[in-house]
C-alpha cells in the first residue's frame, strides 16, 4: 500500500467492482474489453477528486474507481482521502451524515462511507483520488465478470489500496447531466446504425425501428442487456459460424428478442447482429432498469 492509503470494505452491496477504462484491443486473444459500463458518469467521478482524465499526458486505461450496482456499500477509509460520487443518484453519506452527489469530498480518517439505494438508473461510480490500485492483469485493473480476469468483485473484509494523493481537481468541471446517464424520460431512445447481418432479417434495420418499444428484461448485467417486444423475423433462415462481436452489438437469438451487448460481451458469438447502438448511447444502456421502455433510431 502507498503510505498507508486504503479503504476497507464493510458492505460490497448487491454488486461492486473495479473498473477503470478496460482492456480494448484484445479481442483477437479472446480477451473482452471490460471497463466502466457508464463512461461518463465514471470519468467525471474521477475528474472531480483530480485523477488525470484519459485524454491528459499519461493516457492509458485512466484511473480505476468502484463501480456499485443497486447501492449498498459502505467503506472505511484507513486515512484522509477526497472522494466523489456521480452515475445513478445514491444517499451518500460521511459518518451517517449527508455529503454532496457529483462534487469532491474530503473523508477523514477512520471514517465510514456509505451509499443507499439509487433513485433512478442502476449503476453509481465512487472515486476517489488516487485512485484504486489493485493489481493490474493485461494492462487493466477492471474486472470482467465474463472470463473472471482481474480483481473478484468486492466482498466484505477487502482492502482497497488506494495510491498517491493527485493534484487538486479542475477549477470548473462540466457535468452535463449532472454526472448521471440514468434515463429520465419514460422511454429512453437509443441511436443505432445497421449490423453486419442487418439484411438477414424482414424489412432489414427497419424492423428494430417501427413498432412498439421494447421493455428491459430481468437480464441485464455487464455482459448485456435482453430486450422484450416486437420479434425480429429473420428472412435467411441459415446457420451463421460464430464470428467477431463488437461493443454495442445488437444481436438476436433464435428467440427473436434483441439482446444489447455492453463491456464484457463475448468476443465472438453464432446470432447475427442486425443492429449496433451508437457508442455515446451506451452509457444509457448501462442504467437501463428492468421494466424500462427502450426505443431505437437511426443515428
Same mark, same amino acid.
Given at each position: 500500500m502507498s503510505g498507508g492509503r486504503?479503504?476497507?470494505?464493510?458492505?460490497?452491496?448487491? &454488486?461492486?467492482?473495479?473498473?477503470? #477504462?478496460? !482492456?480494448?484491443g484484445l479481442a483477437h486473444l479472446g480477451v473482452p474489453r471490460s471497463g466502466w459500463l457508464d463512461a461518463g458518469s465514471a470519468r467525471l467521478a474521477n475528474r472531480l477528486v483530480g485523477n488525470p482524465d484519459l485524454d491528459g499526458p499519461d493516457g492509458g486505461p485512466g484511473e480505476a474507481l468502484l463501480e456499485c450496482l443497486g447501492g449498498g456499500l459502505a467503506l472505511r477509509t484507513r486515512t $484522509?482521502?477526497?472522494? #466523489? +460520487?456521480?452515475?445513478?443518484?445514491?444517499? &451518500?453519506?460521511?459518518?451517517?451524515?449527508?455529503?454532496?452527489? /457529483?462534487? =469532491?469530498? @474530503?473523508? /477523514? $480518517?477512520?471514517?465510514?462511507?456509505?451509499?443507499? !439505494?439509487?433513485?433512478?438508473?442502476?449503476?453509481?461510480?465512487l472515486a476517489v483520488a488516487g485512485g484504486v490500485r489493485v493489481p493490474t492483469v493485461l494492462g487493466s485493473r477492471s474486472t470482467d465478470t465474463l472470463s473472471g480476469i482481474g480483481p473478484a468483485p468486492l466482498a466484505a473484509g477487502d482492502e482497497l489500496p488506494v495510491g498517491p494523493a493527485p493534484g487538486p481537481?479542475? /477549477? +470548473?468541471?462540466? =457535468?452535463?447531466?449532472?454526472? @448521471?446517464? /440514468? =434515463?429520465?424520460?419514460?422511454?429512453?431512445?437509443?441511436?443505432?446504425?445497421?449490423?453486419?447481418?442487418?439484411?438477414?432479417?424482414?424489412?432489414?434495420?427497419?424492423?428494430?425501428?417501427?413498432?412498439?418499444?421494447y421493455t428491459v428484461a430481468g437480464e441485464a448485467d455487464r455482459i448485456g442487456v435482453r430486450l422484450e417486444g416486437p420479434c425480429l423475423a429473420r428472412s435467411v433462415t441459415a446457420e451463421l459460424p460464430s464470428e467477431g462481436l463488437v461493443l454495442g452489438a445488437v444481436q438476436v437469438p433464435a428467440d427473436g428478442q434483441p +439482446?444489447?451487448?455492453?463491456?464484457?460481451?463475448? @468476443?465472438?458469438?453464432?446470432?447475427?447482429?442486425? #443492429?449496433?447502438?451508437?457508442?455515446?448511447? &451506451?452509457?444509457?444502456?448501462?442504467q437501463l432498469r428492468p421494466g424500462d421502455a427502450v426505443r431505437f433510431r437511426r443515428g
Open positions: 486504503a479503504l476497507d470494505v464493510l458492505d460490497a452491496g448487491m &454488486l461492486t467492482t473495479v473498473q477503470d #477504462a478496460g !482492456r480494448p $484522509a482521502l477526497t472522494v #466523489a +460520487l456521480t452515475g445513478a443518484p445514491v444517499d &451518500l453519506r460521511v459518518d451517517s451524515r449527508p455529503v454532496a452527489y /457529483a462534487e =469532491p469530498v @474530503t473523508v /477523514a $480518517a477512520g471514517a465510514t462511507i456509505a451509499l443507499g !439505494r439509487p433513485t433512478s438508473g442502476v449503476r453509481s461510480y481537481p479542475a /477549477a +470548473l468541471d462540466t =457535468p452535463g447531466r449532472v454526472g @448521471t446517464s /440514468a =434515463p429520465t424520460a419514460t422511454t429512453t431512445m437509443l441511436r443505432v446504425g445497421p449490423g453486419p447481418r442487418a439484411d438477414w432479417f424482414v424489412d432489414g434495420l427497419d424492423a428494430l425501428l417501427g413498432g412498439a418499444p +439482446l444489447v451487448f455492453l463491456r464484457d460481451h463475448p @468476443t465472438t458469438g453464432g446470432y447475427p447482429v442486425v #443492429a449496433v447502438v451508437h457508442r455515446d448511447d &451506451l452509457d444509457r444502456v448501462a
